[in-house]
């Protein structure tokens, strides 16, 4: 015959693991909103055709317009932009296939640099990509790892309409959207 | 009448003890064959001296000079740049804090696989083939950042791509190796940290249409290595 008594220890351990999932769950989930990989799959990923601008596509775009000198980076998928990544995706040893998917994310995420010392705030982008320009200046890309999300900041000289010069735009997937956090 | 002297108290020498004499012999053994593997080891090294000259002195006159940097570089190394932090924070106009700033030094290499390889036409125009390829490409660079006094390094990347390891730099130094793992090829990072400061090297192991590019992932490690915080 079973035992009908409630064990109180039981209850205790069943609490402490729903509260411990919860916690991974959140944490998690913030994880992958903040991180610069776990991005959506850009450009003629098995044809797709969503997905066409966007703060992704202007931030895989200033990535771009450093290492390649590609131009304008006006958050709009285009011809020019696929064929960029691919000169991207051949120098770096990826499978050429004009498809930002995780691979090229994060090949492209290691080539960001820390401006400000790790660990500290200098209040502003914080992130470069750098590679040496054809008339002395450097050409180069500055992202934003705020709280909240990355941001891609707007590099006069590269961007173009509808993006605006100076401005910092979050990594979304469909429309621009200034990086604003709540704090 | 003749004597003979069959012994001389007063010449009596007495001779060393064996076990000196074995203490002795043992320890000139040990010494030569001290002598014979420094120089063995001397010679072999003949062939690639651990440090060829000084690289910081490509830097001298500079805001890095004075500030704990490579002291080897590959042989491909041309000559260095360097950004101050002021410069950098003036790049973009707003940057607060430019003590936090780190300061950069860009060598750039030797080679017309590490030149610049770029058509001055739209993206749109380039040859697909050639940008498959690897043929279209930016020059390669070794970028060396020390970010004086601080004591961090950045936040460890992820992505399925990586491989991360740690790489010791001799001295009680650790660095943290971050490789991407494009088919032999890629982004390659060291980043490590002592009581001086935070360093971190980056370079490209690029795949080009006759080869490939860049430094290897064995000389980055030893420029990491070289990098003198007593300067």
Known sequence: MADGGSKPWVHFVGIGVGVALVA????????????????????????????EQ?????????????????TPADSRWDKGTETATLALQGWTGLDPNGCVEDSTWVTMRVLAVPICAPGRDCGGPDHR????????????????????????????????????SGAV??????????????? | MTSVVTHNPRSHRRLPRPELMIGIGVGLIVVL??????????????????????ASALTDGTCAEGLAQP?????????????CPDEIA?????????????????????????????????ADRWSRADAEAGAIHP????????????????????GQNLIISDTDLGEGRTARLTRVDNNGYGPVRLEWADDDGSYLLLSVVGRTADGRSGPTVEELVRMAESVNPER
């Open chain 2, 90 to 122: 003036s790049r973009i106009g707003y940057l607060s804090a430019t003590d936090r700033l780190g300061t950069w030094v860009v060598y750039s290499l030797d080679g017309v696989e590490n030149a610049e390889a770029l058509p001055g036409d739209p």
């Open chain 1, 24 to 51: 991974y769950l959140v944490s998690f989930s913030d994880e992958v909103r903040y991180a610069w990989t776990d991005r959506d799959r850009v450009g003629t990923c098995e044809n797709r055709t969503s997905d």
């Open chain 1, 169 to 183: 735009y979050a990594f979304g997937e469909d429309d621009l959207v200034a990086l604003r956090c709540d704090r």
């Open chain 2, 33 to 54: 064959l001290v002598v014979v593997v420094i120089m063995s080891v001397q010679a072999l090294g003949d062939d690639e001296p651990v440090v060829r000259t000084d």
């Open chain 2, 71 to 83: 002291t080897w570089v590959p042989a491909a190394v041309l000559d260095a740049t360097v950004e």
């Open chain 1, 129 to 164: 990509v750098r590679f040496p320009g054809t008339e002395g200046d450097p050409r180069e890309a500055w992202f934003a790892h705020d709280e909240c999300d990355w941001g891609t900041y707007a590099f006069p000289g590269v961007v173009a309409s509808p993006v605006s």
């Open chain 2, 139 to 158: 020059a390669t660079t070794i970028v060396f950042v020390v970010y004086p006094g601080a004591t961090e390094i950045s936040e460890k990347l992820r």
């Open chain 1, 54 to 70: 966007g703060g992704e596509v202007l931030a895989l775009q200033s990535i771009l317009a450093a290492t390649t000198g590609f």
